[in-house]
């Protein structure tokens, strides 16, 4: 069955630091691989994808992800991080008709 | 003005009332879903729509329904709320590439609360 896992519950940097939050997917076949990010009391925008091609990807906001397929992991990372970064982070897999969303990764910034 | 929109975006209500939320795009898109929010459970699957005669349920349909008015249109109802269904409410709408469902885009969602 398709599943997304996202170990981390809570995370906390400080401002410029580099952030890596972890993405562990099951599917069947190549899946569609999403990140989508949440600011407080708003929904979700797309922060990045990977269908096929090249392994790591680029995205909004300076971040990027890579997907490695002996992993089945698509973690996001960015090389520093800023205040306006603190959000909730989800990871998603896509099948044919739906997409499964991770349990999300809430990102706290240390001034 | 936002492609997707909810209303209401928030809503307090009592047990075994009647409650419908509703969904508007402008994205054009055919495919259009509901999904519940929960702290620590992420995003559920509630129904989803691939055209207005094509309707499907997600992961927790249970006292739930749907209707898919027009392409542009899609709302959610309970039928008599529980408190349980208290949660943030999602409407989004997808692209689809080569047939599978790819960026979604979400409306800001709907706070209820069922007393």
């Known amino acids: 069955a398709q599943s997304v896992t996202q170990p981390d519950i809570h995370i906390t940097v400080s401002e410029g630091a580099s952030l890596e939050l972890r993405c562990n997917y099951s599917?069947?076949?190549?899946?569609?691989l999403f990140w989508y990010v949440q600011s407080p009391g708003q929904g979700l925008q797309l922060l990045l994808k990977y269908f096929s091609g090249d392994t790591l990807v680029q995205g909004i906001k300076g971040f990027e992800a890579e997907f490695k397929r002996s992993q089945s992991s698509f973690n996001l990372r960015k090389p520093s991080v800023h205040w306006s970064d603190a959000a909730e982070y989800f990871c998603a897999s896509g099948g044919a008709s739906k997409i499964i969303f991770g349990s999300g990764t809430r990102l706290s910034i240390r001034p | 003005d936002a492609d997707v929109t909810q209303t209401p975006r928030n809503r307090i209500t009592k047990t075994g009332k009647r409650i419908m939320l509703e969904c508007s795009q402008t994205?054009?898109?055919?495919?259009m879903y509901w999904y519940r929010q929960d702290p620590g459970l992420g995003l559920r699957l509630i129904y989803y729509s691939f055209d207005v005669k094509d309707i499907n349920k997600g992961e927790i349909s249970d006292g739930y329904s749907v209707s898919r008015q027009a392409q542009a249109k899609f709302s959610l109802s309970l039928e008599s709320a529980i408190p349980n269904q208290t949660a943030l409410y999602f409407c989004a709408t997808s692209e689809t590439s080569g047939g599978r469902t790819d960026t979604q885009y979400f409306g800001p969602g709907t706070r209820l609360t069922v007393l």
């Open positions: 599917y069947g076949a190549t899946p569609y």
């Open positions: 994205k054009g898109h055919d495919r």
